[in-house]
Every structure is written in C-alpha cells, then in structure tokens.
T-cell receptor, first 113, second 111 residues
C-alpha cells in the first residue's frame, strides 16, 4: 500500500514565523502535491512537483514556497506565517504512468496565532 | 477557481438507505474521480470514471457521468455508519496532471 506521511498532525505557530511542513511518500512516485483545505472551499492546489527539483505553481501559491531535494520528500514552506494561512494542509502523491488517482497523507492542521 | 460543485452540501440518511450526491463541473474533462474524507483525515480514492464511460460500479458504489450536462453522481447503496464522511469529486483535463476538487458533500448516516 502507498503510504504518505506528514510530519505533524497539529501545529501552532506565531505570525511571522517560518513554517516547514514535510511530506514523505514511500512508493517512488514522481508527482507530489500540496493542497490547503478550508470549509466551503474544498481543496485548493498550492504547488506541485513533477520530479526532484521541479515545481510548478498551483492555484494559490502566494505566501508559500516548496522544496523537493529528494524524490520521496516534498516540503511546503511558509516564509512568514500569517493568520490567513490557518488551514488544513494536505499532501498527495501519484505516479504519472497512466494512473490518475492521488494518495493523500493524513493532513496537518496549522493554526497561526 | 472551483471546477466541481457538489450537491447537496450536507445529507443525513438512515442506515440502510441509499445516498446520492451530485457533482457539476464547468470545462471538458479527461477523468472524474470521487474521494472520501473521514473527519479530520486525508482523502481516500474511491472510484474513477473516464470521460468516455457513462457508468461504473465498485462494490456498493455506483458512479454515473453525463458529459453533455457536465455532471456526475455517486450512489452509495445500503449505507452503513462507517460511510459517514465527506465526499469530493475531482476532475482532471487532458494532458494535465492536476486535479481540481469540488467543495464536497458531508454525509451523515444515522444508526
């Protein structure tokens, strides 16, 4: 079974702090994604990566950056956390080989105070 | 922008009844998928239907797709308490790896 893990289930940070959210997958998937989920808005794509050191902006990249130094790990970085970044963050991975389903981690609920 | 909109936003039914939820989308698609999310957890893939398919079954799940109306429905038969969750549709477009998710239907099964 594909396993996608996220470094924290719950995280509380202060405004202005630099925040790192880590995601690791164990199935050698090329594609990895970061979403945020807010009530009434569904999931919105922040960034995704096709391969190591490759990244593309999603629909809402402002205020975020990402890093993919190893194939199994995809990090989301909030350079200077703000209260409007309080949200549930979900990481996902998939193989590009003709399959379309994504495999999700358990999520990190981030609160910025 | 949100590609998919689920309807209804929330649904409560008695255990054993069938649950139907709908998804509408705006642009042409390659595939449409349904995912389930248990409270506060990640999403789990349920079923995928391709744009050239009209109906697909998997266990107690039945998905239909009407590309002329840009809509899909998910039917869960003989519902169980464990089906209590939020359900999301997601679409992808030809040549594009990204998924666009809808806003979800929150399903509650009353024992």
């Amino acid at each position: 079974d594909v396993k996608v893990t996220q470094s924290s289930r719950y995280l509380v940070k202060r405004t202005g702090e630099k925040v790192f959210l880590e995601c690791v997958q164990d199935m050698d998937h090329e594609n990895m994604f970061w979403y945020r989920q807010d009530p009434g808005l569904g999931l919105r794509l922040i960034y995704f990566s096709y391969d190591v050191k490759m990244k593309e902006k999603g629909d809402i990249p402002e205020g975020y950056s990402v890093s993919r130094e190893k194939k199994e790990r995809f990090s989301l970085i909030l350079e200077s956390a703000s209260t409007n970044q309080t949200s549930m963050y979900l990481c996902a991975s998939k193989t590009p080989a003709g399959r379309y389903e994504q495999y999700f981690g358990p999520g990190t609920r981030l609160t910025v105070t | 922008s949100q590609q998919g909109e689920e309807d209804p936003q929330a649904l409560s039914i008695q255990e054993g009844e069938n649950a139907t939820m709908n998804c509408s989308y705006k642009t042409s698609i390659n595939n449409l998928q349904w995912y389930r999310q248990n409270s506060g957890r990640g999403l789990v893939h349920l079923i995928l239907i391709r744009s050239n398919e009209r109906e697909k079954h998997s266990g107690r799940l039945r998905v239909t797709l009407d590309t002329s109306k840009k809509s899909s429905s998910l039917l869960i038969t003989a519902s169980r308490a464990a089906d209590t969750a939020s359900y999301f549709c997601a679409t992808d477009r030809f040549g594009n790896e990204k998924l666009t998710f809808g806003t979800g239907t929150r399903l509650t099964i009353i024992p």
